[in-house]
């Protein structure tokens, strides 16, 4: 079983309404779905690395939106979000209902336009799947390992994990270190002082497991 993340930029009739207004004039860099209801009422929870007022000014611009409870966190704001509809396009619906891998949450929509997630299945559906997906819109595989089953509750956050990967893309934690807090905050597109308090929630954490 393979792990694939993905990004992709969707031609404009494609976008979404919400990741339009990302795009365009908030001052919200990123929106994560986090998790979302089966049902057709619509409900999800998401994660923006604004704080209270910018993501409920993102949120109110979207007319689908009838109801959304913000709580703020360290590094953002969760929100729980009710909408009529999830106005996800037609085509992308259908390229997802029809594939035969299995999608990993977070969703990650980026002001650059950029939507990023994962899949994981066996290698020829994965590459079934690129090829459905690149019809719809600029496809990149970014990243491709081995799905493992994890054996143990984790004790991270998917910000956390994310910080640590970079970490380790980057050469954070080469000995002698290649890379920089910065480095990290680059691959996660946020600023230096969110990336540096990732990483050391994160190493606290992976300690904490190990030794206690």
Excluded: N
Aim: hydrophobic share 45%; aromatic share 8%; proline share 4%.
């Amino acid at each position: 079983m393979k792990r694939i993340r993905f990004s992709v930029i969707y031609p404009e009739r494609f976008v979404h309404p919400l990741h339009r207004r990302l795009v365009d004039d908030s001052t919200v860099t990123r929106v994560e779905l986090l998790m979302w209801s089966p049902t057709a009422d619509a409900t999800a929870l998401c994660w923006c690395d604004g704080d209270r007022a910018a993501t409920a000014a993102l949120f109110d611009a979207v007319e689908s939106v009838h109801d959304r409870t913000l709580v703020g966190d360290a590094d953002g704001t969760y929100v729980v979000l009710r909408q009529r509809e999830y106005e996800f396009a037609g085509a992308i619906l259908e390229a997802v209902a029809e594939a035969g891998v299995i999608f990993l949450p977070p969703v990650v929509f980026l002001d650059t336009g950029v939507v990023q997630f994962e899949a994981v299945g066996e290698a020829t559906a994965l590459s079934a799947f690129h090829d459905d997906l690149a019809t719809l819109g600029d496809v990149t595989i970014e990243r491709v390992r081995e799905f493992e089953r994890q054996r143990s509750p984790s004790t991270l956050t998917d910000r956390q994990r994310a910080a640590l990967e970079a970490g380790l893309a980057v050469g954070y934690y080469e000995v002698p270190r290649d890379g920089t807090v910065e480095d990290v905050a680059a691959e996660l597109d946020c600023a230096p002082s969110t990336a540096g308090e990732l990483l050391r929630k994160a190493e606290a954490a992976v300690i904490a497991a190990q030794v206690g």
